[in-house]
């Protein structure tokens, strides 16, 4: 019989670090308060291509905390407590994607991702996001319990896709902030 004080806590309790308008720690909070009293925090955005050059693209789980059943463009997550942006990268990146040993993501520019309207529930969303690029020679096995489906797409049918498919906002605000950083 298993004892529930050894299970590992769940994502609503990982601890993230709170900071400031310019990015500076302010304290901490668990994941679930952080977003259900808007509070600002740290994410990264991981774009990653296989060798022909083709992005993954995936769909999120219904069970997601934030933003359930909507595809995205990206491989991510929140930056733990203490943990940098590079580490977190490469962590969320090697995780959602199924893998070990990529290399480590290349950080490409970071942005403050402001929500235009609240969420569903009146509360603002808001985080520092860290956005990169990663190869991925390997063979992907995407987590189940964080990804319904999932294809690498060529970069026309990615754009072609954007107006049909329910895309996440802030991996939305990321894709059109990485296509103006690359001009």
């Not at 954007?162 to 605000?173: E, S």
């Amino acid at each position: 019989m298993r004892d529930d004080t050894d299970a590992a806590p769940g994502p609503s309790e990982e601890i993230l670090d709170i900071v400031d308008e310019r990015d500076e720690v302010i304290g901490r909070a668990a994941r679930g308060e952080a977003y259900a009293r808007g509070l600002r925090h740290r994410c990264v955005f991981v774009q990653a291509r296989d060798a022909q050059g083709r992005i993954f693209v995936h769909r999120r789980t219904a069970t997601k905390l934030v933003f359930p059943s909507l595809y995205d463009m990206f491989v991510g997550g929140v930056v733990g407590a203490g943990e940098s942006y590079d580490d977190a990268a490469l962590r969320e990146a090697e995780e959602e994607l199924g893998v070990s040993g990529l290399p480590r993501p290349v950080p490409l520019f970071r942005f403050l991702y402001e929500a235009s309207a609240p969420g569903r529930d009146g509360i603002r969303q808001t985080w520092w996001s860290a956005v990169y690029e990663v190869p991925c020679l390997l063979p992907v096995r995407p987590q189940a319990e964080e990804v319904a489906w999932y294809d690498f797409l060529p970069q026309q049918e990615l754009d072609a896709r954007l107006g049909t498919w329910a895309w996440v906002p802030d991996g939305l605000a990321a894709y059109e902030r990485l296509r103006a950083h690359r001009g």
